[in-house]
């Protein structure tokens, strides 16, 4: 079996299995209007019900002379990572290991782990799609500056998908079924949704919780992506702290996935 | 395809071999001590009772697993060191899995088909499985039988030289069950060896060359479905009308009679061939008359039952 013709045949065989698996994956990711909703639209749409109170288009001392739709494009952007990473992403897996789709896998040539990277990818492209539709309308409809630091603010914006990526793989690898996936999900939601700032912007929380709030992922992501907005450097802690999470993240679903 | 389904010596074909298998939980011994060998075209069954050990047996084969002690071959081949290799000529139909709901026929056909190298012509297994008319058909919306059907023709789609098809017919109807059974058929006639778990004796010996009967996890009888039939204490029953006037300590004395009893106003004698001529010959010595006179075969049933003292639990 070595001769070069075959190993020939198998490079070229090893990377259409893949594709196709990612192929499959975004059909059936396609089939999920509910979900699709949620990740793609629902930050969109808090955003526009937002600007549509008169008040928050009005400049405030306050916020240092920034708008409070200013600061809900960041908080709208971060909201869409935690809808794909933590609401939609974890169910999934934790079904297709449920559901002994990936163990069905297993019996293949195929590693089931090319399964979990496809919905990954599909997750994290939806998150990204999400965010840049959130900054678009935000700039048409309401006039939000685009950030000034883009390369900063794209940065910022990866390791913030790669760490609510990592949250819900570690909620699937530690979740036995696929309701109980759900249910540490919504547990873990509220959490996320304060300290990402859906509720009081993170620039607006007093002092000392705004510290605390910082360290966590989505404070972190929400201090980084704020720097890049009004044209700084996002800074080397939040970013670092949010590659901390996600390698700490990364490693908890390794150790605890599950693979039945 | 010769008719001998066992072609040449089965020691140098063997195309699964198992060898002093065992596997634990957690201290709970599941498969101890197993081993068997499937000839090349051979079908081969496991049978056993629910929680036997027969699923673990297999997924140790399908590299699933691996074996505390023992060792399992697959075409020469260690299923866990060489799983890649192993996947590519095993094909596997799982108990109790599912595919994505939203997935039709024809993309798990197509997105399997994709994993092999040579794969086989999955319209020609479609056909074969009369699979056409739900091409695009979603998984969530087939029939218990129809999901059986794709997940061989998912098992066959790698033109693997073995497959193992674990509790295939569990579930469906008995048309649907016997249309099954023909294509297992089919499948050993297009030259694959056919690793067959089930619980249900008919199948068993309808479909298996031979037969290993596991029993809490340990062998109980390796042979043909006949051969297993010949070991059962009792291989044949002679049943008549009670009220015949013959003594039942004469009936208890002939030649390997196991038991003598009454029910239902009918008296059966369990044994053998030989219990049966004695009790002709008595019949003759007496000159008695008997009415409703029936001697039928044991059936599989009755050695498995035999065999795993499966009644006596």
Not at chain 1, 147 to 154: D, I, K, R, S, T
Not at chain 1, 180 to 208: C, E, L, N, Y
Not at chain 2, 37 to 51: K, R, W, Y
Not at chain 2, 147 to 174: H, M, S, W, Y
Request: charged residues 20%; hydrophobic residues 45%; proline residues 5%.
């Amino acid at each position: 079996m070595s001769s070069p013709a075959t190993s020939g045949a198998e490079m070229l065989t090893s990377p259409s299995a893949t594709t196709m698996v990612l192929r499959t994956e975004a059909r059936l990711f396609a089939r999920e209007p509910g979900s699709l909703f949620w990740m793609m639209v629902s930050p969109t749409v808090l955003l526009v019900i937002l600007g549509l109170i008169p008040s928050f288009r009005e400049a405030s001392a306050d916020l240092g002379g920034r708008r409070v739709i200013d600061l809900y494009v960041p908080v709208s952007v971060l909201f869409a990572l935690i809808m794909s990473g933590l609401q939609a992403m974890p169910p999934v897996l934790a079904g297709y290991r449920e559901r002994g789709i990936l163990r069905r896998m297993s019996t293949t040539p195929v590693r089931p782990a090319s399964l979990l990277t496809a919905q990954i990818v599909l997750h994290a492209a939806a998150a990204l799609g999400s965010s840049v539709l959130v900054v678009t309308v935000g700039r048409l409809a309401f006039g939000v500056l685009l950030p000034e630091n883009l390369a900063g603010y794209v940065l910022a914006l990866l390791l913030a998908v790669a760490c609510g990526l990592a949250l819900g793989a570690a909620v699937c690898a530690l979740s036995r079924t696929q309701k109980i996936a759900t249910a540490v999900g919504s547990v873990v939601f509220f959490p996320t949704m304060f300290t990402a700032g859906v509720w009081v912007p993170v620039q607006a929380m007093p002092d000392t919780l705004r510290d605390i709030v910082q360290l966590t992922p989505y404070g972190a992501a929400s201090q980084a992506l704020d720097s890049a907005t009004s044209g700084g450097w996002p800074g080397w802690v939040p970013l670092g702290l949010m590659a901390l999470w996600t390698v700490v993240l990364t490693a908890t679903a390794a150790r605890w996935f599950r693979w039945e | 395809m010769s008719g001998n389904h066992l072609r040449g010596d089965a020691r140098c074909m063997a195309m699964i071999e198992v060898q002093g298998l065992h596997k634990a939980y957690g201290g709970r011994k599941v498969v101890d001590d197993v081993s068997f060998e499937v000839a090349e075209g051979e079908i081969f069954g496991i049978l056993g009772p629910n929680g036997a050990g027969k699923t673990t047996t297999v997924e140790c084969v399908e590299g699933l697993r691996t074996p505390d002690s023992g060792t399992v071959r697959v075409g020469g081949l260690d299923p866990v060191t060489r799983h890649d290799d192993v996947t590519r000529m095993l094909g596997a139909q799982l108990q109790e899995s599912e595919l994505q709901t939203k997935l039709t026929v024809r993309e798990a056909l197509e997105l399997h088909a994709s994993f092999y190298e040579r794969p086989a012509d999955w319209r020609g297994l479609v056909a074969r499985l009369g699979l056409e008319a739900h091409l695009k058909a979603r998984f969530g919306k087939l029939s218990g039988g129809q999901k059986q059907r794709l997940f061989i023709a998912l098992a066959l789609v790698g033109n693997p030289r073995a497959v193992v098809l674990d509790e295939l017919t569990t579930g469906l109807d008995p048309r649907a069950r016997r249309d099954t059974w023909s294509l297992v058929e089919d499948i050993r006639a297009g030259g694959v060896t056919v690793l067959l778990v089930t619980h249900f004796m008919e199948e068993a010996q309808r479909l298996c060359d031979r037969i290993a009967v596991i029993d809490r996890g340990r062998l109980a009888a390796l042979d043909t479905p006949d051969g297993l039939i010949g070991r059962a204490t009792a291989s044949k029953v002679i049943s008549f009308a009670a009220h015949t006037p013959l003594d039942p300590a004469e009936l208890r004395a002939l030649p390997h009679a196991v038991s003598v009893g009454t029910r239902d106003g009918r008296t059966a004698v369990e044994g053998t061939d030989e219990t049966v001529n004695a009790f002709v010959a008595l019949l003759a010595r007496r000159g008695v008359t008997v009415q409703q006179l029936r001697v039928t075969d044991a059936t599989l049933d009755d050695a498995f039952l035999d065999l795993t003292g499966a009644d006596q639990r």
